[in-house]
């Protein structure tokens, strides 16, 4: 949309986000450039909708609170609930939360427990019951005894200009464990990787990428979803 050229035909609509997690930047953009009348949703297809950040709730990278009749939680590796503003596993209970897999009950055992669901996703909660989310569980990657959660770098490139698309993915290391790597899509041919790198490390400090490269595409699947499982495949066609 941001790409349009008759894009100021389009202010002042209502506009919903979903599907695929909405970077800050990209809520900031879309308020400033289409219409304040941005909402932003987060669920799954277990639960359906869990929360929507309204256009009040964008100075935050938060995806709002919970809908009515849904509970959410941060819990722990051993799904302890954990105090506000702690980082962990976002857990869902309501209603219309699904009950189960067809014909999975080992999927359903590890993903279900005393009627809460475990989505996967790691977020934490703020004073106000508002979510933010830092990405998923399984792909945090450990380096230098650091947890690194993909999207959250991710989400920082993609404010630096003339970046579209950032991934980050691990380069096994015997020593360092997985050393972070970074994709990046761009339409500037004169993007400058290593002023890239700065602006990264000055917000992000140790957890910066060690590398970043450029390439043609990054794969997404038809959601706008990052496939992690090519990443490091295409790396070798990137140029430092």
Not at 30 to 51: F, K, V
Not at 226 to 231: C, G, Q, S, Y
Request: charged share 20%; glycine share 12%; aromatic share 6%.
């Amino acid at each position: 949309l941001l790409g349009l050229d008759q894009v100021a035909r389009l202010r002042g609509i209502r506009l919903k986000l979903g599907g695929s997690h909405a970077s800050h930047a990209l809520r900031q953009a879309l308020s400033e450039q289409i219409t304040p009348a941005l909402y932003a949703g987060y669920g799954t297809t277990e639960t359906g909708a869990i929360g929507f950040a309204e256009p009040d709730e964008h100075a935050s990278a938060s995806v709002g609170r919970p809908l009515p009749g849904l509970q959410v939680q941060i819990v722990d590796a051993l799904r302890q609930p954990l105090p506000q503003g702690e980082r962990g596993e976002v857990a869902v209970c309501g209603q219309g939360v699904f009950r189960g897999y067809l014909n999975e009950p080992e999927l359903t055992r590890q993903q279900c427990e005393a009627g809460w669901f475990y989505t996967g996703d790691i977020g934490e909660l703020d004073a106000k019951g508002r979510l933010t989310l830092s990405g998923r569980a399984d792909d945090m990657f450990v380096f230098n005894s650091m947890n690194i959660y993909p999207q959250e770098l991710e989400a920082v490139i993609r404010e630096f200009p003339g970046v579209q698309v950032a991934a980050v993915f691990p380069r096994p290391s015997a020593t360092h464990g997985g050393i972070p790597v970074a994709l990046v899509e761009s339409a500037d041919p004169a993007l400058d990787l290593k002023a890239l790198r700065r602006f990264v490390q000055e917000r992000v400090g140790l957890r910066c990428p060690r590398q970043f490269l450029r390439v043609h595409d990054i794969p997404r699947n038809s959601a706008g979803k990052i496939r992690r499982e090519r990443l490091s495949a295409i790396a070798g066609g990137g140029s430092p």
